[in-house]
Each structure stands twice: as C-alpha cells, then as structure tokens.
C-alpha cells in the first residue's frame, strides 16, 4: 500500500537546482589562478562552517586564498561572493515545476537547505523559486544537514509529523538522518530514477517527464 504524505520537503542544491556549472567554477577557480581540482578542494574543505554561518564570506573566502597561498583584493572577494551564489541559481529540469504541482495539490512544502547567506540571499530572489509553505536554511539556524535539530525544525514549523513527511535530498547521510527520525526519504539521484520510486512508494504526483515516460511504456 502506498502511503499518502502530508507533506514534501525538498533539499535545494542537486534537487530543486542544478549541479554547479563548471564554467561558473571555472571563473572561481581563474579568480584565485588555481587549478579546478585544487580550487574544488578547498572551496568544500570549510564549507559546513560557512553553511552553519560559523564563518562569515570574507573569513571563507580568505581562508580559502590563503589555503592557496593568495591573497585577495575587495574587487576578487566581491566577484568570488557574486559568481558563487550565481552558481547556484540555475533551475533542475521539471522538479521545481512538480514542487508548485504538489503545493498547489494540497500538500505541505518546504525547502531544507545548507547554505551560506549570500546564497540564500541570492536564490530567494529567483524568479523560478516556487512558493513554499516553510523554508530552513542552515545560515539561519546555525545547524546543518544532518544534525537532527534542523529537521526538527523544518517538521515543527510545517506543522506535519515525521511520519507524514517525505524528505527528498541528493546526500544519503542527510536521507537516514531524516529517516532516523520517522521522516521518510528518498535519494535524489535522477528525475526519472526518483519519480519511479515515487510512484511506487508514495500516492502522490509525480514529475511530467516520469508520467509521460510511464504512460509511453504502457503504450509499448
């Protein structure tokens, strides 16, 4: 049988937005003159600190050039800040199109995110953001994914207990932290991969591109 959740919870980067673009990285990298992988490296190295808000941008920033033996300019700091935050504001395919399908179906929704302010910042303002009944950032809570107190958190305020709550997110670590709660989770690995296991888990709809890929199989 499958089960009807109260409400959808979804994580931000990988889910509801695209993988960084590597021309974006590119340009992080090229404003530091480091290679991709180093600047890869160093960029996730005190990442969560900044997600947590335990590092404002300039200390993340310049920690991370002087990792790299660089040191930076207000010029090379603010395009770091801006580039950065841009790189995370480039919509997934169909999934926040089904988030506003599922809000505007009845259901509870919610973004569950770790990410620094200026990200936050900066992708609140997109025009393709859908709307959200509650959104939790850890920049705000000073607690990250998968510290149980931020789900808490985000299941408080949407009003829904963890038994009726499905939690979609890119991390396996931040799934069984969910599910360690009574959340139920799902691994966002591709949009078909998911809204296939959707379908048989969960009574609720699923993206338009697994609808029309199932409704072409039936076909077959």
């Keep these: 049988m499958r089960i009807r959740p109260a409400a959808v919870v979804f994580d931000y980067g990988n889910v509801l937005s695209q993988s960084q673009p590597l021309p974006d990285v ?56 801006e580039t950065d935050s841009r790189s995370w504001s480039h919509p997934a395919p169909a999934v926040p199109e089904w988030a506003r399908q599922l809000h505007a179906s009845g259901l509870r929704t919610a973004i569950l995110s770790n990410m620094p302010v200026p990200v936050r910042e900066y992708i609140t303002r997109c025009p393709w953001l859908p709307a959200f009944h509650q959104r939790t950032f850890s920049c705000d809570l000073r607690i990250a994914k998968p510290a149980p107190e ?23 670590e931040n ?17 078909d991969e998911v809204a296939r296991e959707l379908d048989r888990r969960f009574d609720i709809p699923v993206p338009l591109t697994a609808t029309l890929d199932k409704r072409n199989e039936e076909n077959q």
């Design 150 to 172: 931020i789900f808490r958190h985000c299941i408080d305020a949407l009003g829904v207990p963890p038994s009726e709550t499905l939690f979609l997110d890119d991390r396996p």
């Design 175 to 191: 799934i069984h932290a969910a599910q360690a709660l009574g959340i139920h989770g799902v691994v966002f690995t591709t949009l």
């Design 26 to 81: 590119q340009a992080m990298a090229a404003i530091l003159d480091l290679p991709v992988p180093r600047f890869r490296e160093l960029y996730w190295h005190s990442r969560l600190a900044y997600d947590e808000a335990a590092l404002d941008p300039s200390t993340y920033w310049e920690n991370l050039a002087s990792s790299a033996s660089r040191h930076l300019t207000g010029a090379q700091l603010a395009a770091l800040i």
